[in-house]
């Protein structure tokens, strides 16, 4: 059974499993020149990744413009994710390690959760007068 379906792999496959240790390093060693020589492009590409992937979490909390809820800023640098209810320094801490950082592996996580509820799109100033808006209210 087990021969069967070593045979039923195609010969690459066969050839790569048995020439593993050999075929690795020279892997790794032709990737290693190809970074060197393409570092600024894929730096650039990792980059723009990032961007889009910020902007398409954006749009979605933003209700389908890449802006402010509040006051429809649109500066993409300047808008982040704000947690609703509040509380979303500790959520994120409670989610995962690199979470609380906020930044793209926040992003990636409510887009692969299938955007969860709860958050919006809000810049900066927006994100600081949510915080501050009780203290004024009393002065
Ligand atoms: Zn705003």
């Known amino acids: 059974m087990a021969e069967q379906i070593e ?4 010969y690459w496959q066969r ?16 990737w290693k020149a190809y970074y060197l020589n393409h570092k600024q492009e ?10 889009a992937l910020k902007q398409e979490v954006l749009t979605h909390y933003g209700n389908g413009k890449c802006a402010c809820v509040n006051c429809s800023f649109d500066d993409i640098r300047a808008l982040s994710i704000d947690h ?3 509380g979303g320094h500790k959520e994120r801490l409670k989610l995962g390690k690199g979470l609380d950082r906020g930044g793209v592996s926040f992003y990636r996580f409510l887009r692969q959760r299938g955007y969860p509820e709860g958050y919006q799109t809000l810049c900066m100033n927006c ?3 949510k ?5 004024i209210e009393l002065l």
Not at 42 to 51: D, E, M, N, P, V
Not at 131 to 135: C, I, L
């Open 7 to 10: 045979k039923e792999k195609p």
């Open 15 to 30: 050839y790569y499993e048995k020439n593993r240790a050999k075929i690795l390093p020279k892997r790794r060693k032709s």
């Open 42 to 51: 894929l730096l650039i590409k990792t980059r723009r990744k990032k961007w």
């Open 84 to 86: 609703i209810e509040g």
């Open 127 to 129: 994100q600081v007068i």
């Open 131 to 135: 915080q501050v808006k009780t203290p």
